[in-house]
């Protein structure tokens, strides 16, 4: 079986260019999150859809960052303009309805801000 | 809210002795609760997961949990570790469900650390 899928893996760039991160859930799950990881800060929640509609972004950082779920089988993170803090890996995850499910994440997007 | 303390920030244990990460949580409600692993740079993967059936969890790689709900506690175990089970090992708890969609609240991970 597919899972989450990722793209891209690496992505290095320098500041105040625009990044796309994407994301193909698994098809069926109705539920999609995006994450971020670093060292300092740990597995930060950044913002989850259900059913294609964003319902918490209270973990967007700030304007500079975006997310859309445009159907049910992509998503996209985008940061503009980026700065070397955005430096981190992003994982997106994706669930079926009910609280027992669980999420099933992607390998991640490493991403360096130069 | 739901919250989890996982207590040990580093294990480290020698190949085939006995694991234990420890895990308290915290719900105003009867929780579900998942164990899952990291390996380095890879997506975390669920190891096992608690919903309010049998209260002695078995996973992947040999692993299995204990849900206690008088101590709050929902540790991981296994008994003779692997070299490959090296890896940052994270207890979740699902969080309040909001229009239909249900967060995880994740503690601050373990590292376990294998000895030869």
């Known amino acids: 079986d597919a899972g989450v899928i990722q793209s891209p893996r690496h992505e290095v760039t320098e500041m105040g260019q625009e990044v796309t991160l994407r994301c193909k859930p698994i098809?069926?799950?109705?539920?999609l999150f995006w994450y971020r990881q670093t060292m300092m800060r740990g597995l930060e929640l950044l913002i989850y859809f259900n059913n294609n509609v964003p319902i918490d972004d209270s973990g967007m950082p700030e304007d500079r960052f975006s997310a859309k779920m445009p159907n049910a089988s992509f998503s996209t993170l985008k940061i503009q303009p980026s700065e070397p803090r955005d430096s981190a890996v992003y994982f997106c995850a994706s669930k079926m309805t009910g609280g027992n499910q669980p999420q099933h994440f992607g390998d991640g997007t490493r991403l360096s801000i130069l | 809210a739901q919250s989890v303390t996982q207590l040990d920030s580093h294990v480290s244990v020698s190949e085939g002795t006995p694991v234990l990460l420890r895990c308290n949580y915290s719900?105003?409600?009867?929780?579900?609760l998942f164990w899952y692993v990291q390996h380095p740079n890879k997506g975390l993967q669920l190891l096992l997961k608690y919903t309010s059936a049998a209260t002695l969890v078995k996973g992947i790689n040999g692993f299995e949990a204990e849900f206690k709900k008088s101590e709050t506690s929902f540790h991981l175990t296994k008994p003779s570790a692997h070299m490959s089970d090296a890896a940052e090992y994270f207890c979740v708890v699902s969080g309040t469900r909001i229009q239909g969609a249900q967060k995880l609240v994740f503690g601050q991970g373990t590292r376990l650390t294998i000895n030869p």
């Open positions: 719900s105003s409600y009867s929780p579900s």
């Open positions: 098809s069926g799950h109705n539920s």
